[in-house]
């Protein structure tokens, strides 16, 4: 077989490579053993498979290549955020980011390059649609900022969030497959409930979620609960109105009874006000909910600026007095751009 016409041996399920190994009158638990290799061990090279032969290792170097994702640069922040590039299999690049905190690590990851969705407020919805990530695209972020976390810090990764580039629901089965193997025992063996992801709120695709049943959490990128408002900073809102996100997000709590979060970046003087804050609320009672109100990272290009210190106060005091769980987030990363909406790729894509 010429390097051309090797399978990429990462696309085998386990049952695949069973019937690859029984054809070629080897044990079929040389499968599981491989399985191991690729995922729990992300090792990049078939030599690195110590425990079998150097017979089956040929075998393998004669009919497979390992794809993998590699780290092309980092930059640290003053506050310990790391801001990886990743470079992916066709040299096209996105970025993650591992954010530590005292006894734990965070990885956002990303599910496309570049974002066909143009939120008028995000570096990534600049960059225009590129293409899908695979799923062990998305995987080897997971398991290299994981690494990163151990080495670096020595702490154990314990939550991922699919909030980087991209939108993940429109990526939804290269999404799903990369989290089955981040929960298998024979992947990261991860809590589904350590992980979130995020989405600008496409209502067919929340369904499918509810559908699906899915155990790990979902956010949804709300920003307003004005429906003019949120057609024009985010252009997915006409094809998916308030309206059509209340009936989805009802359909997915009846479906998984798992309480969705709302991100809600603070745009000074555009959704900060109380009646903004009002509006929210109101939205909110719909379904149990529970709120991030996260500061502003400016954007080249956006005519949008961080609220100021007594707006967020107030807007968090009157959520709160309508019995909402309301969490203020502080970005971290500002300085190395690695902040919420602000993932963008300065790199070639
Ligand atoms: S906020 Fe999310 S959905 Fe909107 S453009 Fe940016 S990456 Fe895409």
């Not at 290799?37 to 498979?49: A, G, I, N, P, R």
């Not at 900073?233 to 094809?239: A, E, S, V």
């Amino acid at each position: 077989m010429t390097e051309e016409t090797k399978k990429d041996i990462r696309k085998y399920t386990l049952d695949e490579l069973n019937d690859f190994f029984i054809s070629n009158g080897e044990k079929a638990f040389r499968s599981k053993q491989v399985y191991e290799w690729l995922w729990k061990k992300s090792v990049t090279s078939f030599d690195e498979m110590t425990n079998l032969s150097k017979k089956t290792r040929s075998l393998l170097i004669d009919n497979f290549i390992i794809k993998s994702v590699k780290i092309k640069q980092q930059q640290k922040s003053y506050d310990g955020t790391i801001k990886i590039v990743f470079e992916l299999y066709d040299g096209k690049t996105v970025e993650g980011v591992m954010i530590p905190s005292e006894k734990r690590a965070t990885a956002c990851i990303s599910s496309q390059v570049g974002c066909a969705l143009g939120c008028t407020f995000c570096a990534t919805g600049k960059l225009g649609f590129i293409r899908n990530l695979e799923f062990d695209e998305i995987y080897d972020q997971v398991a290299l900022i994981s690494k990163l976390a151990t080495e670096e810090l020595d702490l154990k990764l314990s939550n991922i969030v699919y909030m980087g580039m991209g939108e993940p629901l429109l990526n939804y089965d290269n999404v799903m497959k990369s989290i089955d193997i981040i929960t298998s025992e024979n992947g990261l063996a991860m809590s589904p409930q350590r992980i979130t992801v995020s989405t600008a709120g496409i209502s067919k695709m929340i369904k499918q979620l509810g559908d699906d049943n899915i155990r790990f959490n979902l956010a949804i990128s709300l920003h307003t609960a004005n429906n003019n408002k949120r057609n024009e900073i985010m252009p997915i809102n006409k094809q998916n109105s308030i309206t059509d996100l209340i009936e989805a997000i009802k359909y997915f709590h009846e479906k998984t009874n798992n309480r969705i979060t709302f991100e809600y970046i603070l745009f000074k003087n555009y959704n900060d006000s109380i009646d903004d804050a009002n509006e929210l609320a109101a939205f909110c009672k719909n379904f149990p909910v529970k709120i991030n109100v996260i500061e502003y990272n400016k954007v080249v290009d956006t005519p949008f600026r961080r609220a100021d210190k007594l707006h967020t106060e107030e807007f968090v005091k009157l959520l709160e007095s309508k019995n909402l769980i309301v969490n203020v987030r502080k970005s971290r990363g500002k300085d190395i751009d690695a902040a919420c909406g602000q993932l963008a790729n300065k790199f070639s894509v």
